[in-house]
């Protein structure tokens, strides 16, 4: 077996048709170079597992192909099969309303969370059998969670031995099987000969996010919701990034230019926003602005104290003067005079009022020396560095 240098993991949705399973392993092992799987498992119900457990083991379907073809030994065991629970707590026999397939995809996304977090792995994943909602989550979790390497796939079989109870792969030598749904041949038999048979394994393109949107959830619910948040997000608002050493803020792929003061006070707004929100729950930040602080709350020496800190990475040489300048910490007037300027300055590189608004210093409502001022850039996606 030629080396590849990954653990190949055969990954299969599996129902009513064992057959799927057989033909995909088929299917690799003729690939050029063949790919022979390590370890073996089959995403099923009770009822499935039945089915595969009759067909591939004890009428040995899959131990003849393997000796057939010198695929490494395969078995199927206990831990090979891959059933969801109920809300009962037993494995379900079949997927037949809206909690069962919620289960089910649950089951999936979890499943293959786990395999892809071993980076020797490789899986090849066929979403031929099954219930079409199997598939569907298969293909879904490939996509949220499935590395460059990983192999998405769908068997196709001659329409006359699609499904053949006395067809599982195409063997060295021809056989004649009767039809499912027996019609007359040329000769007027009602005969099929393998040597007539194709299975083509192809391979299907996918979309993959994984490390591209931030997926913490743990159901298949959860890891949509969460994407479609980041995506929504990405659309309209711009990763905000502050590299303190560098001095550097840029927004999208615009660099903003502040005067020392004015970043140390923007980085203050920034942090408020980051540090300070009181729904940490929520995943979106949308209209919200109860971290926000009032101007008071940064006119204080402790507030410029903790502002300093920041200032002392960019400009370590000149934060003592800061500190000596401003005794008493920085009045609300250049607090003010610094949001109006600040504003400015994002104003002119953004060039668009819209995303200004969402970057700038701003205020909710106006209720002088209480005003409440930040940023309303939603929270991930600042970076301060």
């Not at 300027?341 to 700038?360: P, V």
């Amino acid at each position: 077996m030629k080396k590849t240098g990954y653990r190949e993991i055969f990954i299969f949705i599996a129902g009513s048709t064992p057959q799927v399973i057989t033909e995909s392993i088929y299917a690799l092992a003729m690939a050029k170079p063949p790919v022979y799987p390590h370890e073996l498992y089959i995403i099923t119900t009770c009822r499935g597992k039945a089915i595969a457990e009759n067909a591939l083991i004890e009428k040995g379907e899959l131990k003849k192909l393997c000796d057939e073809y010198g695929i490494p030994s395969l078995s199927l065991k206990e831990n090979s099969f891959i059933i969801p629970s109920g809300c009962s707590g037993n494995q379900l026999d079949d997927i037949r309303d809206e909690s069962e397939n919620e289960a089910m995809g649950d089951l999936i996304t979890s499943f293959i969370r786990e395999k892809t977090a071993d980076p020797a792995a490789r899986l090849h994943c066929s979403i031929a059998g099954g219930r079409k909602t199997m598939s569907f989550y298969l293909g879904a979790a490939m996509q949220l969670l499935g590395r460059p390497w990983d192999k998405l796939y769908h068997v196709l079989v001659t329409p006359e031995f699609e499904s053949n109870r006395d067809f599982f792969y195409k063997p060295k030598k021809d056989k004649v099987i009767t039809p499912l749904n027996p019609p007359l041949d040329k000769e007027g038999n009602k005969k099929l000969n393998t040597k007539n048979a194709e299975i083509i394994l192809a391979e299907l393109p996918f979309i993959r996010l994984r490390n591209k949107l931030s997926l913490e959830g743990t159901g298949f619910k959860e890891l949509v919701h969460e994407g479609q948040r980041d995506i929504d997000i990405a659309m309209v608002q711009p990763e905000l990034k502050v590299r303190l050493a560098e001095k550097a803020l840029q927004i999208g792929d615009r660099t903003i230019t502040l005067t020392p003061v004015h970043m140390m006070i923007y980085i203050a707004y920034l942090k408020h926003k980051l540090n300070r929100c009181r729904h940490p729950e929520r995943p979106y930040c949308g209209e919200c602005t109860d971290c926000f602080p009032t101007i008071v709350e940064l006119s204080t020496r402790p507030a410029l104290e903790e502002m300093a800190k920041d200032y002392h990475v960019m400009y370590p040489s000149r934060v003592e003067d800061v500190l000596h300048k401003y005794k008493d910490g920085l009045s609300q007037d250049i607090i003010r005079q610094a949001i109006s300027k600040i504003k400015k300055s994002i104003g002119d590189a953004l060039a668009d009022e819209a995303l200004t608004s969402i970057y700038a210093i701003t205020s909710p409502r106006r209720e002088y020396a209480n005003t409440r001022h930040g940023v309303r850039v939603e929270k991930n996606k600042i970076k301060i560095i």
